[in-house]
């Protein structure tokens, strides 16, 4: 795996070395910043689970020209940043953090959240791509805690945000509807610096 950064960073470091002894996959895989000519495959990405689950919440399809709004909100440095995972030539992730809640006191908290192409699921990937973007956010000293918001049931989420070191703090009973009925939430946090 390689970082187009810096350096990688040194918590992910161990991380990355048990995920190559797992999977041939993540050690062939690079990680660095979003850039635009990545948005028809992000907007493809997310789309699939717009349409297909129930751990996205957005109930409509986005479309490139609408997910460009949302590309901005994203810099190189600071407390909202996106990541994309590329196998060979080809985007197959992304994770990011972006505003928690749009009150100003809440500006040290950000959501975080990691989306693969389906075709990559449970390789490792997601783990990988997820650490990097806590590695990247423990140098910023503006963020102090992380919140994954988890529709349930969603095992394999949970199971990451544990392994990255979240803890459940709450569950918000029949919080969403989606497909006809309703989806608890539960919320979990980190803390960053």
Known sequence: MSWSGPE????????????????GLVENARIRQAEISDLVTLTRIINH???????????????VAG????????????????????????????ASSSTFRSKPAYRTSVETTVYLDPEFHGQGLGT???????????KEPQVHRAYGVIAQPNP????????????LIGTLSEAGLKFGRYWDVSLYEKSVN
């Open 128 to 138: 990988a791509l997820y650490a990097a973007l806590f590695d990247v956010l423990q």
């Open 67 to 94: 997910r460009m709004e949302w590309l901005e909100r994203f810099a190189p440095t600071g407390p909202h940043r996106l990541l994309v995972a590329q196998m060979r030539e080809r985007v197959v992730g992304f």
């Open 8 to 23: 990688w960073p040194t918590n992910a470091l161990f991380l990355i070395q048990a995920l190559k002894e797992q999977s």
């Open 49 to 63: 689970y717009v349409a297909t689950s129930h751990i996205t919440f957005e109930t409509e399809p986005f479309t």
């Open 156 to 167: 394999a989420s949970v199971a990451l945000h544990r392994r990255l070191g979240f803890n």
